[in-house]
C-alpha cells in the first residue's frame, strides 16, 4: 500500500468553498476508489472506476465529483453541496479482477470550518 | 440495498484469551468477503480474506470462517495480544475488484 499516495494530510477550508483531494498510485491498479470514514464509523464508498475516463457512484455521491483522466490519478472534489464535508476521506486501488487486495493511501483529513 | 452488519461494536478479552466477530450480508450474489484491521488514525489493512468456495481460512492467530447459506462469516483471533488493539472492518463485495460493503467496525481492545 506505499504505491497509493494521498495529500495533503490534513486540509482545512471554509464553508462554502470547494475542495480537491488528491489520490495517486503507482502500482499500476487498474481500479481506484473514494471512501468517507467518519468518527466512529465504518467506510461509505463516494465513487469509484475501473477503467481510465469512466467511473461510477457509490452509496454517497451526492456533493462530490471525480475524474478519472489518467490511470494512476483519482482526484476527488468536495463541493459546497456537500453540507457535512467535514471527515476523514480515503483512496483505494485495486488490480483488477484477477487480484485480491484493496490497497488504501492514508487518507485526508478534511476539515470545514 | 446491500447491507452488512457486524457485532459486537465493541469488545474487550483479556490478553492471550480469544476474540470472535461476526458480520452478515444481505447481498447473495457476494462472493469475496476481506478483514481490516484499522489502528488510530492510518489506513485499513487487509489481514485476511476469505471467498465463498471455501468455508474457512486460517493464517497463524487469526481464522475466518463462512456459511454462505445462512449469509454470515465470522473472525477469530486466538492468543490476543494488546498489539492487536484496534477497529476491525468486515466487508462483501461479489469480487475484490467491484465496490465493497464494509461492516460499521468493531472496537477491540486487549487488556493486559
Known amino acids: 500500500d506505499g504505491g497509493i499516495t494521498q495529500s495533503p494530510k490534513y486540509l482545512f477550508r471554509k464553508e462554502g468553498q470547494n475542495v480537491t483531494l488528491s489520490c495517486e498510485q503507482n502500482?499500476?491498479?487498474?481500479?481506484m476508489y473514494w471512501y468517507r470514514q467518519d468518527p466512529g464509523q465504518g467506510l461509505r464508498l463516494i465513487y469509484y472506476s475501473q477503467i481510465v475516463n469512466d467511473f461510477q457512484k457509490g452509496d454517497i455521491a451526492e456533493g462530490y465529483s471525480v475524474s478519472r483522466e489518467k490511470k494512476e490519478s483519482f482526484p476527488l472534489t468536495v463541493t459546497s453541496a456537500q453540507k457535512n464535508p467535514t471527515a476523514f476521506y480515503l483512496c483505494?486501488?485495486?488490480?483488477?479482477?484477477?487480484?485480491?487486495?484493496?490497497?488504501f493511501g492514508p487518507g485526508t483529513r478534511l476539515t470545514v470550518l | 440495498g446491500e447491507n452488512v452488519e457486524q457485532h459486537p461494536s465493541t469488545l474487550s478479552v483479556q490478553e492471550g484469551d480469544s476474540a470472535v466477530i461476526k458480520c452478515t450480508y444481505s447481498?447473495?450474489?457476494?462472493?469475496?468477503f476481506p478483514w481490516y484491521k484499522q489502528e488510530l488514525g492510518k489506513r485499513p489493512q487487509l489481514i485476511i480474506d476469505i471467498r465463498s468456495n471455501v468455508g474457512e481460512k486460517k493464517d497463524q492467530r487469526i481464522a475466518v470462517t463462512l456459511n454462505k447459506t445462512a449469509k454470515h462469516f465470522s473472525l477469530h483471533i486466538t492468543e490476543t495480544q494488546p498489539e492487536d488493539s484496534a477497529v476491525y472492518f468486515c466487508a462483501a463485495s461479489k469480487t475484490s475488484y467491484d465496490k465493497v460493503i464494509f461492516g460499521p467496525g468493531t472496537s477491540l481492545s486487549v487488556i493486559p
Open positions: 502500482l499500476n491498479h487498474d481500479a
Open positions: 483505494a486501488s485495486n488490480g483488477g479482477p484477477s487480484t485480491d487486495t484493496q490497497y
Open positions: 447481498d447473495s450474489a457476494s462472493n469475496y
